[in-house]
């Protein structure tokens, strides 16, 4: 079976750093991208970064450019998001997702996904 589990979210101030796991299993990380996607109330899924396990390409989106990191470890079927200098407007649940193909920041583009992991910025 087919799965991607987050892990790493919580209650964080302003300023502070986190960093989100997304294990994968039922398949090697090998011949897919990596996406992690953010959800804040009321507002739509929103693409945060993305990463070509095939090459290792990545990407970001403007608002966490430089203050957030991907990575792997295929070792461990595992992609991580470093997260820095984390502010309010970063809290949201946060999901990994799985495509075959090219890494993009389209959420529809994505057809496996995790349940997601909190993430909450006091200021």
């Known amino acids: 079976q087919v799965r991607l589990v987050e892990s790493g979210g919580g209650l964080v101030q302003a300023g502070d750093s986190l960093r989100l796991s997304c294990a994968a299993s039922?398949?090697?990380?090998?011949?897919?991208?990596l996406g992690w996607f953010r959800q804040a109330p009321g507002k739509e899924r929103e693409g945060v970064s993305c990463?070509?396990?095939?090459?290792?390409?990545?990407f970001y989106g403007d608002s966490v450019k430089g203050r957030f990191t991907i990575a792997r470890d295929n070792a461990k079927n595992t992609v991580f998001l470093q997260m820095n200098n984390l502010n309010p407007e970063d809290m949201a649940v946060y999901y990994c997702?799985?495509?075959?193909?090219?890494?993009?920041?389209?959420?529809?583009?994505?057809?496996?996904w995790g349940q997601g992991t909190l993430v909450t910025v006091s200021s």
């Open positions: 039922g398949w090697s990380l090998g011949f897919y991208a």
């Open positions: 997702a799985r495509r075959v193909g090219a890494p993009t920041r389209g959420a529809s583009d994505y057809n496996t």
């Open positions: 990463l070509s396990t095939s090459d290792g390409r990545t």
